[in-house]
Antibody, heavy 117, light 110 residues
Framework: QVQLKETGPDLVQLTQTLSITCTVS????????VHWVRQPPGKGLEWMGA???????DYNSAFKSRLSISRDTSKSQVFLKMNSLQTDDTAKYFC???????????WGQGVMVTVSS | DIVLTQSPALAVSLGQRATISCRAS??????????MHWYQQKPGQQPKLLIY???NLASGIPARFSGSGSGTDFTLTINPVQADDIATYYC?????????FGSGTKLEIK
């Protein structure tokens, strides 16, 4: 069955770099897109960026040049890296499978990341 | 960016109808496709897809959920509301990047 699982640190120091891995199963990264969405505590969902099935990427300009998304298709993994973390980057980070006309049909459970000074 | 506007909260009695609206700052429709989707999120859980392309029920979702709308105005209806439906509901557009979400509507019981 389709599954996505995020792994990453619980705590990141201020100004450091966040790295999260999304490992997927039950589908191929060359067929489906995988996106990243985050949610600060008590707040709404924010789209961060996408890894398209063809290998291209797309980013929310709100993250300027801080965000990078990549993948390893042989390991069925998609990677998020974001640098220069600030306290308002404290959030739960989700990866989700996406099809343009079907929305985000499967989500990981998310990883809660706290940025600490 | 396409801004999606939702009311913050809605209080409904059990067994009644809940209507949650989402208004987009510009059309999210392309040809015959209305690229608006709805999600349910319960505390501590990931969002769950309820409705895709405005009116199509996602797999495994009960028929008491339905969606309608086109262009800029969309509605999610829950009828009848059950206790298990207490959650926050988000609309989301796939018309263009960035693929924005509404701010969410929290469904409460009267």
């Amino acid at each position: 069955q389709v599954q996505l699982k995020e792994t990453g640190p619980d705590l990141v120091q201020l100004t450091q770099t966040l790295s999260i891995t999304c490992t997927v199963s039950g589908f191929s990264l060359t067929t489906y897109n995988v996106h990243w969405v985050r949610q600060p505590p008590g707040k709404g969902l924010e789209w961060m960026g996408a890894m398209w099935n063809g290998g291209g990427t797309d980013y929310n300009s709100a993250f300027k040049s801080r965000l990078s998304i990549s993948r390893d298709t042989s390991k069925s993994q998609v990677f998020l890296k974001m640098n220069s973390l600030q306290t308002d980057d404290t959030a739960k980070y989700f990866c989700a499978r996406h099809r343009l006309t079907y929305g985000f049909d499967y989500w990981g459970q998310g990883v809660m990341v706290t940025v600490s000074s | 960016d396409i801004v999606l506007t939702q009311s913050p909260a809605l209080a409904v009695s059990l067994g009644q109808r809940a209507t949650i609206s989402c208004r987009a700052s510009q059309s999210v429709s392309i040809s015959r496709y209305n690229l608006m989707h709805w999600y349910q999120q319960k505390p501590g859980q990931q969002p769950k897809l309820l409705i895709y392309r405005a009116s199509n029920l996602a797999s495994g979702i009960p028929a008491r959920f339905s969606g309608s709308g086109s262009g800029t105005d969309f509605t999610l209806t829950i009828n009848p509301v059950q206790a298990d439906d207490i959650a926050t509901y988000y609309c989301q557009q796939s018309r263009e990047s960035p693929f924005t979400f509404g701010s969410g509507t929290k469904l409460e019981i009267k």
